[in-house]
Structure formats: structure tokens, C-alpha cells
């Protein structure tokens, strides 16, 4: 069942496309084996910036969820955190495994595969902070995407920090392309992305203290999006 709370959360045209949806796996997989470096090296400004405030808070256990290629969870680990990375394509575990091998870092590395619309298999309060770059604007729908919320707060210390970051609909490539229901498009390259609302952002931070909400620009086109900061309550 979906939860909208006002017109502008109702869904545009037809219902979701749950066939193109699926088959996001296995095109995440192609690409991830033509190309292992896809997003580059360096690790990207969200994770540079949750790092400075993790080490403020002195925070060091992190759970990150669809790591892609690892860039991300590489410079957590280079930076002394003990990262728990999740993603659910096979060829992306694989590669972070010998990519922290490659850096010194495997002791601080634990890859694993997982779909994050399942439930996180981590016991109640495990983790200091959870980080994620654009795993909120994947091909999850909004009661997905509302579980999601609910089992990283499950699996946050009291206290603990929910660092994500999402495209959102004011980004050029919002509206263009195949839609597959609600604000989810298939773009350029076969990709589909769900652009969220700012009422969306607030409607997945209810019942958390909500630090932070920023607009950045990423890439090229630019790709515009929100860095969200979420405080589990103690």
C-alpha cells in the first residue's frame, strides 16, 4: 500500500512497472562488469563531508547501503571507520572485496550482498551511522523506500546518524525518459532513478530529528539532489 499525504504526492500516469523494476539487478550487474570504475576513484563530496561530522561525533561503526563501486566505502575505511558495505549486485561485492585488498583496508571492510527492500539482517542497534549516495533514488517505490527508513533506524544506536542522499525533481532529467510509475524514470542508458520531493524527503523523516536537509549538484549534467541528516531518537 502506498502513503501519499497531498496531491502532489499522488502518482503520474500509469502504475509502477514492477517487470522494469526487477530487472535493474541484472543491468546494474552489465554495467558494473564492463566498466569497474565507473563513478571514478575519488570519493564523492557527500562521503567527504559525512566523514567530517562522523569523526566530530565520534562515530566509527558504519553501515553503508548500495555501495556501487566502493569509492565511498574505500575512504571511510582509509579514514579509520569500520564500514559494513550492502549492495545487491554480485559483481560489486567482488570488486570492493579486491579493491580493499589492494588498499591495506580489508580488515575494515565487510561487503555483502543484500537487497535493501528486504529486511536488514543486523540485530537492533548495531550501528553508529548509516550512509548512502543515491541509494534513495534507486527504483524503490515510496513504501520501500518508508520500510528502508524504519530498518536503518532499527539497526541505529540511539543517537545514531542516517546520512542519505537522493536526486530530486528539480534535477534536468526529471519527467524524461519511460515512466515507471510514481516519480521513477527510465533515462538516458537504460537507468531508472526516483526523483524525490521535498514532501517525500519529510514524509521518509518522520519520528526522527532531522539535522540537515541541503541541495547539492553533482556531475556534468548537473545532477541535482538532497543530502539528508537524520538523528535516531535516544
Given amino acids: 500500500m502506498l502513503f501519499y499525504g497531498s ?71 582509509r579514514n579509520g571507520f569500520d564500514v559494513t558495505a550492502l549492495d545487491y549486485c554480485e559483481k560489486g561485492i567482488k570488486s ?52 528502508l527508513s524504519t530498518e536503518v533506524m532499527r539497526v541505529l544506536k540511539p543517537g545514531g546518524l542516517n546520512i542519505f542522499t537522493t536526486r530530486h525533481t528539480e534535477d534536468p532529467q526529471y519527467g524524461t525518459g519511460i515512466h515507471r510509475g510514481e516519480d521513477m524514470w527510465e533515462i538516458q542508458g537504460g537507468f531508472i532513478v526516483h526523483f524525490l520531493s521535498r514532501e517525500k524527503v519529510d514524509l521518509l523523516s518522520e519520528g526522527h530529528d532531522v539535522l540537515d536537509v541541503t541541495e547539492f549538484q553533482e556531475g556534468d549534467l548537473p545532477k541535482k539532489l538532497y543530502r539528508v541528516t537524520l538523528r535516531k531518537k535516544s
Fill in 7 to 77: 496531491d502532489a504526492m499522488n502518482q503520474r500516469g500509469p502504475d509502477i512497472d514492477k517487470g522494469a523494476l526487477s530487472r535493474q539487478q541484472q543491468h546494474w550487474e552489465c554495467v558494473f562488469s564492463s566498466n569497474d570504475s565507473m563513478f571514478g576513484e575519488d570519493p564523492s563530496s557527500p562521503a567527504r563531508w559525512a566523514a567530517r561530522l562522523l569523526k566530530e561525533e565520534g562515530k566509527t561503526k558504519v553501515l553503508e547501503l548500495g555501495f556501487g563501486q566502493g569509492r565511498d566505502t574505500l575512504y571511510f575505511a
Fill in 96 to 147: 570492493l572485496r579486491e579493491k580493499a585488498s589492494e588498499s591495506s583496508v580489508s580488515g575494515s571492510v565487510t561487503p555483502m550482498q543484500h537487497d535493501v527492500r528486504n529486511r536488514l539482517p543486523f540485530k537492533d542497534d548495531t550501528f553508529d551511522a548509516c550512509y548512502s549516495h543515491m541509494l534513495y533514488c534507486m527504483p524503490l517505490t515510496i513504501s520501500e523506500l518508508r520500510s
